[in-house]
């Protein structure tokens, strides 16, 4: 933040002349208001002063309010050239009209072109007329306006064609007079093209963007429709400067919309942050709403997809129960991969008993084979024994072979000697051998019925685990085919694939982003810098505003008061430049309430005081420049209107500036005007 | 393979229980004055004999008569013979001889005969025997009671006799032969060869025969109208 440095960054003198150099210094209290912007717009939104450069430098808005500079707007010079038609002096015309400060009056009968000088001159200075009337238009080749801006000399020159601008030059010139007689640059005179323009239309935008410039004004922006933004150029000051007619009920500037009246009000009286309070603070609604706008649409969204993911995870779970109770239905609970497992886990477990018990059979039945061996063979062995006991023990009786009866020496001899009676061989009666014959069969059968006991009693356990392991199987089995049946199903398929469906929908419905990240905290930060920009500015404005707002309720009553409005006790008007009257009694009303005379006085007295207060607190204000148009209407009386000149002319011969004021009253203006003050057409004839 | 002594023992219970009166004219004969009874032929003895030795067959005979008769006892009888161990414990198999189920007798009855329990006539010319009759004496019998009061054994011996001796009452030899070669294994047997078993099948039979006779009357009826 550097102090000022040049002549352009001076503030207005208190005096009138533009050319003036700036005297005094009130930049200081500015100057560290400004120092301290950044920092104090850090705190109250809680970051640092660099976010806050930031956000600023982002939007391309300075930190530091440099003052406006002098908006000293003068007329000099008006020249009309071209060839008038019609039954009134009609013919080549080439007419300068000279303008100097203070009031100076237009007078001339009815329809004699006095309203139109003051459409000529909007024309030129506001880039298209404002109520020309088309006729007019069509008579013109040249029209040439010369004006200082802020001490500038600045030429206008424009080519009619038709009635429509066919070339347009603005001209500049060190001093003013350089200027006078040319309609093209000029090296010599120092004479130099500022613009030039081949249509009404970039003209127009052309003298916008360049008035503003030199003025030091900045075009309004207000929101529109919440999200974008609506401008007003110069358009909208020039009204502030081209009075409207008696009639109108707005205080200042011709459009009542967007608070514009308060706009002018406050650029006029140069709140110090006025213009960047306007710019922090749509940008600051702008983005609010569109914040506001992405939230909704996001809370929108989210509860749209939580809405979703509901109505998905109802049907789902109604899809499970569905699914449940129809396999319930169908007879089991578990899946039909259990028990299949299950189901080939027995079928293994049975092939493997089946393995074991066959082996056990198969030694039980030879355990029971070799049992039965071992009891044939004793009881063969011992029927065996008692056979041939028995037979031992009968007394030969015949020959088996001869049969004829055993002699009984045979007998004897069989009997003492052992001698077959039959056959003579010795008999064998020792019967040891056979005893033991039969014992040993006797343990070999106990030897095996013990074996067959084990081995029964394991083939038992063997072929009672089988039947078990089979009996669960065939279950298995069975339930494994019901199941699979109940699969097979058609509605248990169609649940089945439903409950797909819905958890594979449920899976891909994805969760919406959480607001959140560099962007989001970027995006709080800068509204939240914007929020408390707009909170730093709007207290400047307003603490600055008290004091200026206070000295121009008074200007404006003292003023009215000398323009005849005698019965004036105050005036107010707050920043939205609503205005209000006391008149002597009590009785208040509104500025829109008053009567048209009243109106022209207090909007007259309005731009005055704006000059008189910019100039006593050494702010730039107004251009200084007043047209207007026929103030002796109907509704005005003359007493009022003589009173109005006198002190018209009185104050603007005070401050300096320039008042320029149609009439068709010459005995007035002979009254309070001089001739220079004066730009008087003979009554009847054409003003130019 | 049975003994000698044995086999004595067993064709005289047979003889004993299987035997049919002799009269006087017989006993006038030489050598049967003692004589009580009489099994005539040796293909009957050898028959009943085949049947004492083998109670599958016995019992697979018992069934085939039973399919015929249907008489619930000759099922009973055959279930008790199959259901025990019998056809594997009391089986002594004989070799299979050109007429049928043979086995030489001649020992066990030179064996009876040396010692005066039972005597052995042969009828017909000098050149051929026409057929042995086979007599109890009285002390073959007395011995016989004897044997069958001291050694229990052998009253499984007396039992089957009877058994025997009813299935093939008022059957000649000749018939019994026949029937016995309806026995497949039996038949198929090579010469000379054990005559394999058929408790096997018998009991399979059995089985069948019994679940039969479990069902309804009515599925009986039918079944012995189908037979008929």
Known sequence: MTGPTGDDQHTPSPGVDADSPAKGSVQEPLASGEALLDTRIAARAKVTADQVRDVFATYGWPLVFTPARPRALRLVRLRMAGVRAGKIAPGAFDTTLSFTTGLTALVASNFRGKTSVLELITWCLRGTPRELQSGVRGWLNHLDLDITVAGQPLGFRLDIDDGVISSATVLTAPVASALCDTRVPDPAQQVTVLLQATSEQSYAELVANLMLDRLDLSQMVNTLNETSTQTHGWPAYFAALYLGSASTKILLGDQKMSGLPGRLLQVFLDLPAAAALTRVKTAHDVRRNEAQARRAEREREAAQRSEERTRIEAELEAARARLAELTAAAGHHGSLTDLAREAARLAGQVADARVVNDDAQRAEQSARIDRQRAAKRLADVRESKIARALFQGLDPDACPRCDQAITTDRRYREHDSHACAVCDRPVATDDAEAAEVIAEAEDRLAAAVEAERQVRAHAESTRDRLSTLTAALTAADELLRNAQAATELPEVVQAQQRVWRLEGALEVLPDLPSPGGDDAANEAVTLRVLDAAVKVLEADNKNAAVALFADLEREVADLSRRFGMLSLENVRIDRAARLQVTQDGGGKDWFSDCNPGARLRLRIALVIALLRVGAAHGVSTHPGLVMIDSPKAEEVQDLDATVLFRELAAIAGEQGIQVVITTRDYDLVHTVLDAKHTIEAIENEPLW | ?228
């Open chain 2, 1 to 228: 393979m049975t003994s000698r002594e044995q086999d004595a023992v067993r064709i005289l219970l047979l003889l004993d229980g299987a035997g049919e009166p002799v009269d006087d004219t017989e006993r006038a004969l030489p050598g049967l004055s003692r004589a009580v009874c009489v099994v005539r032929t040796t293909v009957r003895l050898q028959k009943l004999d085949f049947w004492l030795r083998n109670p599958d067959y016995l019992a697979d005979e018992l069934l085939n008569d039973y399919e015929t008769s249907r008489e619930e006892p000759l099922l009973t009888m055959a279930a008790s013979i199959l259901d025990s161990e019998e056809p594997e414990v009391r089986r002594y198999p004989m070799l299979r001889h050109k007429f049928g189920a043979w086995e030489n007798i001649d020992n066990a009855m030179a064996v009876l005969r040396g010692a005066g329990l039972a005597a052995r006539k042969r009828r017909g010319t000098i050149e051929r025997v026409r057929q042995s009759d086979f007599y109890l004496l009285e002390e073959g019998r007395r011995v016989a009671r004897d044997i069958v009061a001291a050694e229990p054994v052998f009253q499984y011996y007396v039992e089957r006799v009877d058994l025997v001796v009813r299935l093939a009452d008022g059957l000649g030899g000749t018939q019994l032969k026949k029937r016995q070669y309806l026995q497949r294994e039996y038949a198929d047997t090579p010469l000379r060869e054990h005559i394999s078993t058929v408790a096997p099948r018998a009991r399979a039979r059995l089985a069948a025969l019994q679940a039969d006779l479990a069902g309804s009357s009515e599925a009986v009826a039918t079944l012995q109208g189908e037979q008929q």
